[in-house]
């Protein structure tokens, strides 16, 4: 089916091209259109959020046209003066070129016109750039990446002041600065345009977009498919250790819609790069809907690109801020203008979803085009709804078969558990198979570390990616998961990691007092099968809902296993004996242990290891079934580290040593600490005991009883999960009876 709407797609590209010529030379056309441009201008003034943008827009362009052009000569890595130069030229340039076709004032055409012919003058001779890092160097900036942002964008500006300008200066521009630019970032670097990729995304669209406003065929086919017979080499791979070439051989924007998105709209890299990657998506669909709505862009791969806007969204926590799932700088959030541009279109030409209104009210601008308007004025019209985030469960790969990433969500506590059970996620994906983090209320308490990068910050690394990410962000024991004999998972090898995904065991997400998702690890070591349950629980006889946690590891021989937390806050309380060490060492050599400094070292006490610490004003307690031969660490982050890459955060870690072995744990929040009245309340425990009283390979169970006495008995089904199955298990004398893959009894 898939294929055949490809084959679809590209028969009526051809089809169409032969129209396409007459049809390109309304202008402008891509996002802001020739009507678009009429209704904006019988609308101004009587639109607050399209107005105030409008205003503060004009403000900013204004300021910077006073400081007049500059197109330095590039030479400076990411943040630095001439990188970030260009970067605020392609960013004000569609600016200014909208605010010429909505004010009709010629000084913004004569400044987008006079910054283009620099480029022109420049561009002809400008070699390559010098810094060498990328394995596909720019000219304008230091890879061909950010060339292709500045393509986007600079196409936009030029559709808006192509009536604007002359024949002659058109073909100047089209014939020394356009087309070979389009054939630089293409045909000059296949190793970064032909492959599937957020780096070919941006390139397809800006060969696609430069190619709708000149309308030129040969252009826009190379962006929809590729390049022919591009000569990669098979087993070639990109800075970050990924390989270029897909592994179906598919390359161009309609491959970058079709693999990387799930039928639900999840992108495998992530949150962080799926929120890069939208604006190339949502502006070049925009265009080609727009320049060739025969192509009915926006329903290709049953409406995926409109689905990955909800997605994304879902994909955030209370504050709006991304979840950092593989490389994801923390603080990303949906105020960001590619966000901003996704809510818009996506409003526009989807099925004007009105919970869509409430998160463009929440970032408080809109584009200043036809969507933007429409968005505006629904807006004014009070049609906005609240978007709610609800408990949802994202499949992964382009068939839905690969893992996925599950939230579970409390109204009630303001708890958000994020359960990553992906495939590897491309170059930017994490060795941190059936991780997890949790948040309250948009705060972090247990964390993903993130990226080891300072993004445009020249003076760490250029602005890129740090050795540390490597070394430590995408090895294992920098995520809250089990690593086996301090070794992670794939042995941190892309090749093997590339091959495999978790497998959904089941989920349901039905009944919001009692949230579940269950998935399962068979390839991340060998002989070695992790199996990992967690829960959501509102729990009424404590006024408060709580974590539950069942990693399940089974193996053939007796292997270390450690199970980490990162928590934030501080520690108040433990009921286990422990030691400060004096003197730091490193709790390894590699795969990321050689980054944790051992600050304390315990053991268990009891049945149960219990560790509390205080955050943001909030208790938290992690109770967890112990073995009496654990060992117990307090790490932290940042040995090895001489240049201060990485954040001084701290870590729990329970060291076990068995062949099979069951970490049963609770997670829960209770009562507080107020700073001004330097009052505590409510700052111990509401979990007693937590027990497994069986395991084997068809169930494991175990029991939970707080302080009030009220006790519960979970019983997981390891292989039969169908919720139609029936299911009889005796304990401790105790029949129990119940259908489907869980009884919370």
Known sequence: MKLNFYCIIKATFLILSVSFQVNAQEHPSLVLTRSGVENIRKELGRVPLFDETLKRVKEEVDLEMASGIDTPIPKDYSGGYTHARHKKNFLILPKAAVLYQILQDEKYADYVKDMLMQYEAMYKTLPVHPKTRSYARGKLFWQCLNDSNWLVYMSQAYDCIYDYLSEKERNRLENNLFRPFADFISIGNPQFYNRVHNHSTWGNAAVGMIALVMGDDVLLERALYGIKDDGLDAN???????????????????????????????????????????????????????????????????????????ALLNLTDADGEFFALNDGQKGMS??????????????????????????????????LDDSGLMVALAIREGEALPFHKKSVNLSDGSEGDEGGVCVLRTDQAGLELVFKYTAQGSSHGHYDKLSYSLFDNGEEVIQDYG??????????????????????????????????????????????????????????????????????????????????????????????????????????????????????????????????????????????????????????????????????????????????????????????DPKFNLRRDAGFMIRRNKSNTVFASVLESHGGYDYVSESSEDARSHIETIKVVYDDQDYTAFTIKTTNNVSKVIIIANKQVDTSRKHKLRI????????GPYLVH
Request: glycine share 8%.
């Open 236 to 310: 070639a791979k990109d800075d970050d250790g990924g390989f270029i070439k897909n592994k179906d051989g598919k390359a161009g924007f309609l491959a970058n819609l079709e693999e990387p998105f799930s039928p639900d709209g999840y992108y495998t890299e992530g949150p962080y790069y799926q929120r890069y990657a939208m604006y190339p998506f949502l502006i070049f669909a925009e265009a080609l809907e727009n320049v060739k709505p025969d192509l009915k862009i926006f329903n290709y791969k049953n409406g995926v690109l409109l689905k990955s806007v909800n």
């Open 334 to 367: 949906y105020y960001t203008e590619a966000v901003v541009s996704a809510v818009d279109i996506a409003f526009c030409f989807g099925n004007q979803d009105k919970s869509l209104l409430s998160i463009a009210e929440r970032q408080n601008k809109v584009l």
């Open 451 to 640: 990226l080891a990068r300072f993004v445009n910050i020249e003076q760490k690394g250029g602005g890129n990616y740090l050795k540390e990410n490597k070394t430590w962000a995408k090895q294992t024991i920098a995520h809250n998961t089990i690593v086996r004999d301090e070794i992670s998972h794939f042995k941190g090898k892309y090749e093997e990691g590339s091959k495999h995904h978790s497998e959904l065991s089941f989920y349901d997400l039905s009944n919001q007092k009692i949230q579940i998702i269950s998935a399962k690890e068979n390839h991340a070591y060998p002989d070695t099968n992790l199996h990992r349950t967690m829960m959501m629980i509102e729990e009424s006889s404590l006024g408060s809902s709580y974590v539950v946690d069942l990693m399940r590891v089974v193996s053939k021989d007796i292997h270390q296993y450690d199970f980490p937390f990162y928590f934030k806050g501080q520690v108040i309380q433990t009921n286990f004996e422990y030691t400060s060490n004096q003197t730091l060492a490193p709790l390894g050599s590699k795969h990321g242990y050689q980054h944790l400094w051992v600050e304390g070292i315990g053991k268990p006490l009891a049945d149960n290891t219990k560790f509390s610490f205080l955050n943001k004003g909030v208790y938290y307690t992690i109770t967890t079934t112990a073995d009496m031969n654990d060992k117990l660490f307090f790490t932290r982050i940042g040995a090895n």
């Open 732 to 739: 401790d004398g105790r029949q129990y009876e119940w259908n």
